[in-house]
């Protein structure tokens, strides 16, 4: 912990905002911060800073001439929040490839990505996890904000048409391509259930997330949405704090109940 204070709070490889606000509070990190306990001595960390100042302010001196990625948030609390990153999500999803079965989700097998592409760092990290286990990964984009102000005006018959038009594109890959695992969102997964056998089609391991699901939802898509035959794999994450995964195993012994292990 002393080490990424360190880190964070030097010239050397510290970022502009920080420094900054190391001069502006008046004490440093790196003599203060010594333990865990000490930690609290920070104020909370404020959303309005990552929606207002430029990205560029957060990049370490360490990586001042290195590009950076720039990922968002979904938006759902007011203006999305950005954040820089560089292989973080990599390593993000090379650890959780870690705790894969690969008799659900085989090496060397195909993937489908159905969900939110564009500034998601979803859409990266999928690939990468597909790639990293040798595969290949197809997408179909499903753009959450839209549909939010579709809901929003209760423009309900045109938010049925945008899923019809998401899951038309997701069951022709699906049928027509060599598909063995999916990521995609509860409800998304449960659509395409409703057209298609999914199990049926090959695909051994869904990896699911976006939302959090009751216990009885998450027998719902276990044992009627995938038939009992392909894994289901729930996780919860975010832009901004990464992924936590669960242990598969686990889902009938807890009667369905999800407990998420933070990375």
Not at 72 to 79: A, I, P, R, Y
Not at 98 to 119: A, Q
Not at 197 to 223: A, D, N, W
Request: aromatic share 14%.
């Amino acid at each position: 912990m002393r080490e990424i204070i360190h880190w964070h709070f030097s010239e050397e490889t510290g970022c502009p905002f920080w420094l900054e606000w190391m001069k502006e509070a008046g004490w440093d990190p790196k003599q203060e911060i010594q333990t865990y306990e000490d930690i609290v001595k920070f104020p909370h960390f404020q959303d309005e800073w990552l929606r207002d100042e430029k990205n560029e302010r957060f990049v370490p001196n360490a990586f001042k001439f290195r590009p950076f990625n720039v990922f968002e948030t979904g938006g759902t609390t007011g203006l999305p929040k950005q954040r820089v990153g560089w292989e973080d999500y990599k390593h993000d999803y090379e650890q959780f490839s870690d705790t894969l079965s690969d008799e659900f989700f085989p090496k060397g097998g195909n993937w489908i990505m159905v969900g939110p592409t564009g500034p998601r760092r979803l859409r990266l990290a999928v690939e990468h996890l597909a790639n990293f286990r040798g595969g290949s990964c197809y997408h179909v984009d499903c753009d959450p904000r839209w549909v939010k102000k579709l809901i929003a005006r209760k423009a309900f018959e045109e938010a049925e048409r945008y899923q019809a038009h998401v899951m038309e594109q997701a069951v022709e890959i699906i049928k027509h391509r060599d598909i063995q695992c999916i990521f995609t969102t509860p409800r998304l997964l449960a659509s395409i259930g409703e057209r298609i056998s999914i199990s049926g089609h090959g695909i051994k391991g869904c990896f699911c997330g976006g939302t959090s699901m009751t216990p009885e939802y998450v027998r719902f898509l276990q044992e009627e949405v995938l038939e009992d035959k392909a894994q289901f794999v729930p996780t919860y994450g975010n832009t901004l704090m990464g992924l936590a995964v669960s242990i598969s195993e686990e889902l009938k012994q807890n009667q369905y109940s999800v407990t998420y292990y933070a990375p």
